[in-house]
């Protein structure tokens, strides 16, 4: 009887070991779980919190990939600015061509310059801030903006962009890129690509170089007053001396051009120039064979009124340019 009164006690006292340890394991797995459900909770939020960060460091100025495509597949490049409107398509020659200007065929375009502000376009980045759709564009100068750019390339694919106001924190300005309907800061050098004026696109004329050796005479008639020749002196024992006026008297004008197919030259003092300076000279010339050979050339620079900083305008053998010659060129021309 005792021994089986000593079983029963055994055999309780294993159940509630045997408890104890399923409870221990519960609680161990409990435990387990909590711990995985509490990392990744915290796995969420750290990733929750680097998307944001990421968000942040783009609108505070973290630059993004926006457009790559090659200057050389542009096929048109139309843009406005407070200015004017430009619209320019490339119209191939031979084995060359040419950027001609719509409506105005012959205007001298300054490739360049016309190129460096398609350019900017073409391989653009920037701090994107918000989609168009959810903002009022007003709010960014992008509304009702003139500073509009669009560019089509050869395959009829076409990139529109709005340029809008300079963003308030910092050196940049608003850009909606129409094919995506983002906006995002740009730098402030691609508004002052856009609204280069109009005498910037504008190719001046190529003059021509001379050495002081090459000059037979240079003749300075002012308005109203005599007429002074200067012409190369010998010295009577091999050597010839040229006269100081000679040396760099060429190099006439400035690169500033003030207007191209000018139609009044009265308001420049050029109907009737204060000084013309005419300068006979030996020049090279390309045949009708292609050969270059050295013939007599002249050269007309004619002198005008000051401009308000007392530089002067000018204009070069007769042509419909008119240019701003610095004071410095001009004053060896004027009478003393």
């Known amino acids: 009887m005792e021994e089986r009164e000593e079983r ?77 409107s430009y619209e320019f398509s490339w119209v191939k020659e031979d084995n060359f061509g040419n950027w001609i200007r719509k409506g105005e065929e012959d205007f001298p375009t300054n490739e360049e310059k016309l190129q460096a502000i398609a350019g900017s376009f073409c391989e653009l980045s920037g701090a994107y801030q918000v989609d168009a759709a959810e903002v009022d564009t007003a709010d960014y100068g992008l509304k009702d ?96 001396s040229y006269p100081s006026i000679f040396y760099d008297s060429m190099r006439f004008v400035a690169s500033t051009i003030e207007e191209y197919n000018c139609k009044d030259f009265g308001k420049y003092g050029l109907e009737d120039p204060y000084v013309t300076v005419t300068i006979d000279y030996l020049g090279y010339v390309f045949d009708e064979g292609g050969m270059l050979h050295r013939e007599p050339c002249t050269m007309v620079l004619e002198i005008g009124d000051k401009t308000v900083s007392d530089n002067y305008f000018v204009r070069v053998d007769g042509s419909d340019f008119v240019y701003i010659m610095i004071a410095s060129h001009a004053q060896k021309y004027l009478p003393q």
């Open 8 to 84: 029963l006690q055994r055999l309780k006292r294993l159940k509630r070991k045997r408890m104890y340890m399923m409870i221990a394991l519960v609680a161990v797995l409990g435990c387990l779980v909590g711990g995985y459900y509490l990392i990744t909770l915290r796995n969420n939020r750290i990733a929750s919190e680097e998307a944001k960060k990421k968000e942040q460091m783009q609108a505070d100025g973290q630059e993004t990939e926006i457009t790559t495509f090659l200057l050389k597949d542009v096929e048109t490049i139309a843009f406005t600015n407070e200015e004017d």
């Open 145 to 240: 903006t003139n500073r509009v750019m669009k560019l089509t390339l050869t395959d009829g694919t076409v990139h529109s962009f709005r340029l809008g106001d300079e963003t308030p924190y910092s050196e940049g300005h608003y850009l909606l890129y129409e094919n995506t309907g983002k906006i995002y800061v740009v730098a402030s050098n691609l508004n002052n690509q856009i609204t280069t004026k109009a005498i910037k696109l504008v190719q001046g004329e190529t003059f021509p170089s001379a050495e002081p050796e090459s000059i037979t005479e240079l003749r300075i008639e002012v308005r109203d007053g005599e007429t002074i020749s200067y012409v190369p002196i010998d010295n009577g024992d091999g050597t010839i």
